[in-house]
């Protein structure tokens, strides 16, 4: 069976990661499975544009006996290429063996926590989303809103986002204070308990360490963190060998009980 992020038992310990070349990405993703991660994900930001073709991800995709996940967001240091441009670039990732890749919320329509509302580009997502699964990689849909968000909102973004034929809903907001962290806890176990698609539910900012640790145990279906701190991209995750520690030594999971 091939290797995916959803025939594993969750939560999903992942690596994230970027780089040049298919031999960086290599070693990163080695010395992260040595340290116990169960998935990768691959920023494509700074992956030279020579590499970026079936042939190169799949130097990376069958060096490592994990599922990888690639995302390309807005922000390419290589150039400025259009929102199908880099779908194409995602395409030949999947081509070449990507189990998962990331469909930004506000694809074709950039917007306002990255989740567009426009029926023609929902409608051009959707038949993108079937052409990945065509591939035989599966989707997470994404948003990065850049701000605090109550329960009820993230619930309806991501409910909203669960509409587009994706397989996992992603969000990450910004825990600043005391009450955002309390309110990003209180969201993550009502999406646990509400949504049916698995999710990923991350927050940055001044509190967001903790629900970074816990948040997997709450009902986060994949979690990420780094395999060495690396000053190129600032990646703020903790690093896989704390998080595995954390979680092996905490020996609670919601999804455990009755």
């Known amino acids: 069976m091939k290797l995916s992020f959803l025939n594993q038992p969750q939560p999903v310990l992942t690596a994230i990661m970027a ?14 499975e040595a340290d116990g991660a169960r998935g990768i994900a ?16 799949k130097r ?14 807005r922000n390419d240091r290589w150039g400025k290429p259009t929102d199908e441009e880099r779908q194409e670039v995602l395409l030949a990732a999947a ?6 890749i990331d469909v930004m919320g506000d694809l074709y329509d950039p917007s ?9 580009a929902i409608d051009r997502q959707r038949k993108l989303i079937d052409t990945i699964h065509g591939k035989g990689a599966d989707v997470v849909i994404s948003s990065h809103v850049g701000c605090a968000m109550n329960t009820e909102e993230v619930l309806e973004h991501m409910q909203t986002l669960g509409q587009r034929g994706g397989d996992v809903v992603k969000i990450v907001t910004t825990t600043n204070t005391e009450d ?9 176990l009502h999406l646990h308990r509400e949504l049916k698609t698995p999710f990923i539910h991350l927050c940055t900012g001044a509190y967001s360490r903790p629900h970074r640790f816990l948040g997997p145990a709450l009902g986060v279906s994949i979690f990420f963190a780094v395999a060495r701190f690396e000053p190129r991209y600032g990646l703020p995750q903790p690093r896989v060998s704390n998080m595995k520690a954390v979680l092996d030594n905490l020996r609670w999971n919601i999804r455990e009980l009755p």
Do not use: C, H
Not at 63 to 72: C, D, E, H, Q, R
Not at 95 to 100: I, K, P, R
Not at 180 to 188: G, K, V
């Open 19 to 32: 780089g040049q070349t298919p031999e960086e990405l290599v070693a990163e993703s080695r010395n992260a």
């Open 42 to 57: 691959i920023d494509l930001q700074d992956f030279k544009p020579e590499f970026r073709n079936v042939e190169g991800f």
């Open 60 to 73: 990376i995709v069958d060096a490592v006996n994990l599922p990888f996940m690639f995302y390309f967001y």
């Open 95 to 100: 081509e070449a063996g990507a189990s998962m």
């Open 112 to 120: 306002p926590r990255e989740i567009t509302r426009d029926p023609k």
């Open 180 to 188: 955002e962290l309390a309110e990003a806890f209180r969201t993550t």
